[in-house]
């Protein structure tokens, strides 16, 4: 069965840099885009970038440029977000999630458990 | 960048009501729109993709309609594991944006 599984919470102090990591299996790990999608407490989803784990090529949120990093290892079929210069608006819960094929209109069926970034000094 | 908009923001209704979700692009999205729920806690869970096609597992009181701007997420009976946030979200092109969110909760 699909899996996406996150990396665990983490603190950081503002101007610090969070990597967070989503592990999949149970599929080709090259075949699907991954996005990432974060949440403020108490507040809606923000989706921030995509990555296609197959050739690396990214795109994201204009609001994150130059502060946001998304790579791949196909060894370990595990996506990486790396987030910098971080603030405490950062604050948020961060999930990856894969990409359905066109047929299935580009949604968003499997989704990570989640990692909770604080944003704290 | 598309804008999503959801209203209405919340809601009440008891179970067995009838429940209707609204969600508008700034643009024409043809029919990629897809909505979630969201329990307090958990990853968003897809209910319907492409406008109008039910996820697998899904239950079939819920259903989409729409085309181009305006979409329409519609529960038929409401029920208690129902009592969640319903998000709406623009696949058509990046940045893939959400709707800010409407909050069904118990009248």
């Known amino acids: 069965q699909v899996q996406l599984v996150q990396s665990g919470a983490e603190v950081k102090k503002p101007g610090a840099s969070v990597k967070v990591s989503c592990k999949a299996s149970?599929?080709?790990?090259?075949?699907?885009?991954i996005h990432w999608v974060r949440q403020a407490p108490g507040q809606g989803l923000e989706w921030m970038g995509i990555?296609?784990?197959?050739?690396?090529?990214?795109s994201h949120a204009q609001k994150f440029q130059g502060r946001v990093t998304m790579t791949r290892d196909t060894s370990t079929s595990t996506v990486y977000m790396e987030l910098s210069s971080l603030r405490s608006e950062d604050t948020a819960v961060y999930y990856c999630?894969?990409?359905?094929?066109?047929?299935?209109?580009?949604?968003?069926?499997?989704w990570g458990q989640g990692t909770l970034v604080t944003v704290s000094s | 960048d598309i804008q999503m908009t959801q209203s209405p923001s919340s809601l009440s209704a008891s179970v067995g009501d009838r429940v209707t979700i609204t969600c508008r692009a700034s643009q024409s999205i043809s029919t990629y729109l897809n909505w979630y729920q969201q329990e307090p806690g958990k990853a968003p869970n897809l209910l319907i993709y492409a406008a109008s096609s039910l996820q697998s597992g899904v239950p079939s009181r819920f259903s989409g309609s729409g085309y181009g701007t305006d979409f329409t997420l519609t529960i038929s009976s409401l029920q208690p594991e129902d009592f969640a946030t319903y998000y709406c979200q623009q696949s058509f092109t990046t940045p893939r944006t959400f709707g800010p969110g409407t909050k069904v909760d118990v009248k």
């Open positions: 999630a894969r990409e359905s094929p066109q047929n299935r209109g580009y949604s968003l069926h499997y």
């Open positions: 149970g599929y080709t790990f090259t075949t699907y885009y």
């Open positions: 990555i296609n784990p197959s050739g690396e090529s990214t």
